[in-house]
């Protein structure tokens, strides 16, 4: 049986332990919880029969098959390089690969430790796809996202302005590197997409929809013999408006293929 690890204790870490049971229980266990706020980490691991870890070293202990982590960007940067030199890592905060240098040392200490850094497909799909473009090479790809105002609002890329509740309006148009540094929380699909097509070109367009229901991705990518359109519609997380629910089950089902007996990559 797998031992599982997860880093942070928001709406997403809840949504996967929730599911965590009934997805996985017999083949995975869930052995340890920690999060910035022990605070948050205690009531969920009390709730799911895991041990609340005040510090990565006392998850580290656990002896972890894979730590999940759910806790942003900064953390991933900051934990990514200690569990990648003692055990694999299942990531959704695919943002942090805009930065070379947190590339550069999660490859070093994935490298030393005979582990992964794995990204899961979070808010969309088809990464393996993208990765046969990778393979071919020459690839443009083009990622708009649309979605509501209030989970824009409060992004460092629009520096205080209130995005309009009347009007559809772009929030950003540029490369993919930029928006993670402008929409921290809203575009770590982009950045995993981008990262997993090794695209020789790619763009972004984040679009604020007033009175959207469903947050929408478009993937288009094409190279000399291939052309391939994906579209992604999801409700956000009600506890967490940035968030996409069907990011914690894309853990799951990560997961699910790592320790079953037939796998579909």
Same mark, same amino acid.
């Given at each position: 049986?797998?031992?599982?690890?997860?880093?942070g204790?928001?709406?997403?870490?809840?949504?996967?332990?929730?599911?965590?049971?009934d997805?996985?229980?017999?083949?995975?266990?869930?052995e340890?919880?920690?999060?910035?706020?022990?605070?948050?980490?205690?009531?969920?691991?009390?709730?799911?029969?895991?041990r609340?870890?005040?510090?990565?070293?006392?998850?580290?202990?656990?002896?972890?098959?894979?730590? =999940?982590?759910?806790?942003?960007?900064?953390?991933?940067?900051?934990?990514?390089p200690?569990?990648?030199?003692?055990?694999?890592?299942?990531?959704?905060?695919?943002?942090?690969?805009?930065?070379?240098?947190?590339?550069?040392?999660?490859?070093?200490?994935?490298?030393?430790?005979?582990?992964?850094?794995?990204?899961?497909n979070?808010?969309?799909?088809?990464?393996?796809?993208?990765?046969?473009?990778?393979?071919?090479?020459?690839?443009?790809?083009?990622?708009?996202?649309?979605?509501?105002?209030?989970?824009?609002n409060?992004a460092?890329?629009?520096?205080?302005?209130?995005?309009?509740?009347?009007?559809?309006?772009?929030?950003?148009?540029?490369?993919?590197e930029?928006?993670?540094?402008?929409?921290?929380?809203?575009?770590n =699909?982009? =950045?995993?997409?981008?990262?997993?097509?090794?695209?020789?070109?790619?763009?972004m367009?984040?679009t604020? =929809?007033?009175?959207?229901?469903?947050?929408?991705?478009r993937?288009?990518?094409k190279?000399?013999?291939?052309?391939?359109?994906?579209?992604?519609?999801?409700?956000?997380?009600?506890?967490?408006?940035?968030?996409?629910?069907?990011?914690?089950?894309?853990?799951?089902?990560?997961?699910?293929?790592?320790?079953?007996?037939?796998?579909?990559?």
């Amino acid at each position: 049986m797998k031992k599982i690890a997860v880093i942070g204790a928001g709406s997403l870490a809840h949504v996967f332990c929730r599911h965590f049971a009934d997805s996985l229980g017999g083949r995975c266990r869930l052995e340890g919880i920690m999060s910035r706020t022990y605070g948050k980490t205690l009531p969920l691991a009390e709730e799911y029969g895991a041990r609340a870890c005040r510090t990565l070293e006392e998850l580290l202990a656990l002896e972890p098959d894979y730590v =999940v982590e759910f806790a942003g960007v900064a953390a991933l940067k900051t934990y990514a390089p200690q569990v990648l030199r003692s055990t694999s890592l299942l990531a959704v905060s695919a943002g942090a690969l805009a930065d070379p240098d947190f590339r550069a040392a999660a490859r070093s200490a994935a490298l030393a430790g005979g582990t992964r850094l794995i990204i899961a497909n979070g808010a969309i799909g088809g990464l393996d796809l993208l990765r046969t473009y990778a393979l071919m090479g020459g690839a443009k790809l083009d990622f708009e996202s649309r979605k509501a105002p209030g989970s824009l609002n409060g992004a460092p890329g629009l520096a205080g302005r209130e995005l309009s509740k009347e009007h559809e309006e772009v929030a950003f148009s540029g490369p993919i590197e930029e928006a993670i540094r402008e929409f921290p929380k809203n575009v770590n =699909v982009a =950045v995993a997409a981008r990262f997993a097509s090794g695209a020789d070109q790619s763009s972004m367009t984040l679009t604020s =929809v007033p009175g959207l229901k469903e947050t929408t991705h478009r993937i288009r990518i094409k190279n000399a013999l291939l052309h391939a359109e994906l579209s992604f519609s999801s409700r956000p997380d009600p506890d967490n408006p940035r968030s996409s629910v069907s990011a914690a089950w894309s853990v799951l089902a990560c997961l699910d293929e790592l320790t079953a007996p037939i796998a579909f990559f």
